[in-house]
């Protein structure tokens, strides 16, 4: 157990849709990070927070959005979609933002549009 | 631009020999490497970590990697195959030069036979 826990673990819901995947990180890290897993795209890196603000963006698509709150649980938030949206999403979190910090990584949210 | 490349998409050893999973990078500034396992429907487990300190990293369960500068390589290895070893690999790079974020490789599908 990393100590790094996502909600929900299964997540089915229609094309067009919008939902919210939730994170909460080890106690005591202050950096946040979502990944996406998908058999075509491997293992993206989507965004990163620090202390509640946005530290680093990958590849996230602009109808996804994220959030670091001040108790520092992150949630993940999904508009309008697609098919090829249905992935493993990745929570981790480390206790800083900086080279060498280790990231723990949570079970993931198994996201399917359908 | 920092990438990560494994070599081999499909690994398969007998139990009890040697493993070997083979990860060059490229970097435009010192790297901070890692090694990632995921076994079938689990998250990402660190199975070790490299951070400009000694080239040679011992991981969890029996598992190193090198650190070869002149070759931008950092393989893994392990002596003696374990059945429980089958499992996903990520060799994984960090953007030191732009926040903290991992940028995997597409990694390598290890089968230990009996």
């Known amino acids: 157990d990393s100590g790094v826990t996502q909600t929900p673990k299964h997540l089915i819901t229609a094309t067009g849709q919008r939902v919210t995947l939730r994170c909460s990180p080890r106690?005591?890290?202050?950096?946040v990070y979502w990944y996406q897993q998908s058999l075509d795209q491997g293992l993206q890196f989507l965004i990163q927070y620090y202390n509640g603000e946005e530290r680093a963006k990958g590849n996230i698509l602009e109808r996804f959005s994220a959030q670091q709150f001040p108790d520092l649980h992150s949630e993940l938030n999904l508009s309008s979609l697609e098919l090829g949206d249905s992935a493993l999403y990745f929570c981790?979190?480390?206790?800083?933002?900086?080279?060498?910090?280790?990231?723990?990584f949570g079970e993931g949210s198994w996201l399917t549009v359908v | 631009a920092q990438s990560v490349t494994q070599l081999d998409s499909h690994v398969s050893v007998s139990e009890g020999t040697p493993v070997l999973l083979r990860c060059n990078y490229s970097?435009?500034?010192?790297?901070?490497l890692f090694w990632y396992v995921q076994h079938p429907n689990k998250g990402l487990q660190l199975l070790l970590k490299y951070t400009s300190a000694a080239t040679l990293v011992k991981g969890i369960n029996g598992f190193e990697a090198e650190f070869k500068k002149s070759e931008t390589s950092f393989h893994l290895t392990k002596p003696s195959a374990h059945m429980s070893d089958a499992a996903e690999y990520f060799c994984v790079v960090s953007y030191s030069n732009s926040g903290y974020a991992l940028n995997f490789g597409k990694g390598t599908s290890l089968l230990v036979t009996p």
């Open positions: 981790a979190s480390s206790v800083g933002g900086q080279p060498g910090n280790t990231i723990y």
């Open positions: 106690s005591g890290d202050l950096s």
């Open positions: 970097s435009s500034y010192s790297p901070s």
